[in-house]
């Protein structure tokens, strides 16, 4: 079964710093998604990866996947305090037929 | 247009009772997914629905149970509520089942939050 890691799970950055969030994988899974959760919200999608190499960027927010390397990140440039939230990677598990999510990582951006 | 419905919002039972949740997909959206969220464990996929037939189940005891109408319109249902099944359960539709070539992106419903006591 496919099981999707995420690293950290927690990160305290200041306003206008640069981080990654990593998201790695077990099995094979050419398809990887992003969501993001505010506090006592539901979950929205941010950034779908369907293919080696993918890239997408939205706003401070780069996401990007290595199949080869069952890896994928989201980068965060300058972070502003609003994108304080949890962030969730999730991969499809072909064999099984479900779409299984990593622990989330909770990004805390102090101002 | 309407997002995904869940009803109710937040409920509160004691062990031994059962619960049914509902979850109202967005219009034209076949597919329905359910998954527990917990601070631990994070979302646990629960199972989902395509076509009023179950495709595909978690890894949870045969106390969660679930349906899926011809509308689209899913519940599930939890008996026996033991202490540990407290949590938010989320409901997801998407356009695509399972196997196609396209994104199969889910939209979530604001949940049900169960607090068995």
């Known amino acids: 079964e496919l099981k999707v890691e995420q690293n950290p799970l927690f990160l305290s950055m200041q306003e206008g710093k640069n981080y990654t969030i990593y998201c790695n994988y077990s099995?094979?899974?050419?398809?990887l998604y992003w969501y993001r959760q505010d506090p006592g919200k539901s979950l929205e999608s941010l950034f779908v990866?369907?293919?080696?190499?993918a890239v997408k960027q939205e706003g401070r927010l780069m996401a990007s996947l290595d199949t080869k390397a069952r890896l994928s990140t989201l980068h965060i440039t300058a972070a502003v305090h609003d994108l304080s939230a949890t962030y969730f990677c999730?991969?499809?598990?072909?064999?099984?037929?479900?779409?299984?999510f990593g622990k989330g990582t909770r990004l805390h951006i102090l101002p | 247009k309407a997002g995904v419905t869940q009803t109710p919002r937040y409920l509160i039972k004691t062990r031994g009772q059962q619960v049914t949740l509902s979850c109202s997909p967005i219009?034209?959206?076949?597919?329905v997914s359910w998954y527990q969220q917990t601070p631990g464990q994070g979302l646990q996929f629960l199972f989902e629905?395509?076509?009023?037939?179950?495709?595909n189940k978690g890894n949870f005891p045969g106390r969660f149970s679930g349906r899926q109408f011809s509308n689209s319109r899913s519940e599930m249902n939890v008996s026996t509520l033991e202490l540990g099944d407290s949590a938010l359960y989320l409901c997801?539709?998407?356009?695509?089942?399972?196997?196609?070539?396209?994104?199969?992106?889910?939209?979530f419903g604001a949940g049900s939050r169960l607090t068995v006591l």
């Open positions: 219009s034209g959206h076949r597919s």
């Open positions: 099995t094979t899974s050419d398809r």
């Open positions: 999730a991969g499809e598990d072909y064999r099984d037929d479900k779409i299984i």
């Open positions: 629905y395509f076509s009023e037939t179950q495709r």
């Open positions: 990866l369907l293919s080696n190499g």
């Open positions: 997801a539709s998407s356009l695509l089942g399972r196997g196609s070539s396209g994104a199969n992106v889910l939209t």
